[in-house]
């Protein structure tokens, strides 16, 4: 089944403690984003990803670093979280970041940091 | 100002009404997309338009792109609860970015 597949599904930590939130999709996609989604704020785009070893910044990168050594995989790291970061997250992979093609969704990862 | 307008933004009606939601903007683009989103979920892809005026069917909902290529519409005919959702129109940007409206926000009673 093609899927996007991001782990966990839910995280609790504390302030300042390193977590990787990892991302995985089965469709030999070439790009891969991360967005964050909050109330009243709707879907914003942390980081994507055009390619292997290519990433680039979205509209809220602060506090959050990527790495896309592999295609089919886009870990979300945080080195140091806060909690501004408490969101739901979500991972997508799409064939291209161009016109005509859609995304697939992960299933979400929601993060409270106290 | 969003580059995408949607509306109504929030719309509650009982099970079997039809229904039509909007994805407006001022712009022109070569495709628009349509997903679903169940809370807590991700977004689902309903359907990409393409063609301007073309119409797209997906069981009960229809899903249209303006002849000029700047607006679509969602329609639902005999609404279920199933139906109910997120519904988020959207259009990938210049910089490799997908713009998405802010959505409407349907609950269908039944």
């Known amino acids: 089944e093609a899927q996007v597949t991001q782990n966990p599904r839910y995280l609790i930590t504390v302030t300042g403690k390193k977590l990787t939130v990892t991302c995985s999709q089965n469709m030999n996609h070439e790009y891969m984003s991360w967005y964050r989604q909050d109330p009243g704020l709707g879907l914003r785009q942390i980081y994507y990803s055009m390619n292997v070893e290519v990433t680039d910044k979205g509209d809220v990168p602060e506090g959050y670093k990527v790495s896309r050594k592999e295609k089919r995989n886009f870990p979300l790291i945080l080195e140091s979280p806060s909690p501004n970061q408490t969101s739901l997250y979500f991972c997508?992979?799409?064939?291209?970041?161009?016109?005509?093609?859609?995304?697939?969704f992960g299933s979400g990862t929601r993060l409270t940091v106290v | 100002t969003q580059l995408l307008e949607q509306s109504p933004q929030f719309l509650s009606i009982q099970e079997g009404e039809n229904l039509t939601v909007y994805c407006n903007s001022s712009s022109v683009f070569s495709s628009l997309q349509w997903y679903r989103q169940e809370p807590g979920e991700g977004p689902v892809l309903l359907v990409t338009v393409v063609t301007g005026g073309e119409v797209k069917k997906l069981k009960r909902l229809t899903f249209q792109f303006g002849d000029a290529r700047k607006d679509s519409s969602l329609h639902i005919t005999a609404a279920q609860p199933g139906d109910t959702g997120l519904y988020l129109c959207?259009?990938?940007?210049?910089?490799?970015?997908?713009?998405w409206g802010a959505g409407t926000k349907l609950i269908i009673k039944p």
């Open positions: 959207a259009v990938w940007g210049s910089n490799y970015q997908l713009i």
């Open positions: 997508a992979s799409s064939s291209s970041g161009t016109a005509g093609y859609g995304y697939t």
